[in-house]
Nanobody, 117 residues
Framework: HVQLVESGGGSVQAGGSLRLSCTAS???????MGWFRQAPGKEREGVAT???????TYADSVKGRFTIQKDNAKNTVYLHMNSLKVEDTGMYYC?????????????WGQGTQVTVS
C-alpha cells in the first residue's frame, strides 16, 4: 500500500507563487502521477500529469503558469504554481498509478488547500 503526502499549500495573493510537494512512500520510478484540484461546489479536475517517460500534460487554465516535475531520487512530485489567480483556489490532490501498469489513478493523497485572494 502506497501513501501520498502533500504539502506546500497556503494562502497567497493573486499573482503570487506556491510550490506543492507530494512524497510517496514507494518508488516513483516510471510511475504516472498527477495533480488534481477541487474548488468549493465544483467537481474535481485534472491540473497536470507526468507519465512514465516524464511527458507532461496541463489543463488549459494553467498552461504557462504551472509546471509539474518529478524527482524519483526523492520519490516526490512537485507542482510549481506561478501567476496564481483567484480561480486557482481549491483543494489540491496528488494521485499516482501503482503498480506502473495501472490504468487509473488509484492512490490519492489527503489534499492540501490553496487559497488565492
Amino acid at each position: 500500500h502506497v501513501q501520498l503526502v502533500e504539502s506546500g499549500g497556503g494562502s497567497v495573493q493573486a499573482g503570487g507563487s506556491l510550490r506543492l510537494s507530494c512524497t510517496a512512500s514507494g518508488s516513483t520510478y516510471r510511475v504516472c502521477m498527477g495533480w488534481f484540484r477541487q474548488a468549493p461546489g465544483k467537481e474535481r479536475e485534472g491540473v497536470a500529469t507526468i507519465d512514465r517517460s516524464h511527458s507532461t500534460t496541463y489543463a488549459d487554465s494553467v498552461k504557462g503558469r504551472f509546471t509539474i516535475q518529478k524527482d524519483n531520487a526523492k520519490n516526490t512530485v512537485y507542482l510549481h504554481m506561478n501567476s496564481l489567480k483567484v480561480e486557482d483556489t481549491g483543494m489540491y490532490y496528488c494521485a499516482a498509478k501503482y503498480p506502473t501498469s495501472a490504468q487509473n489513478y488509484n492512490y490519492w493523497g489527503q489534499g492540501t488547500q490553496v487559497t488565492v485572494s
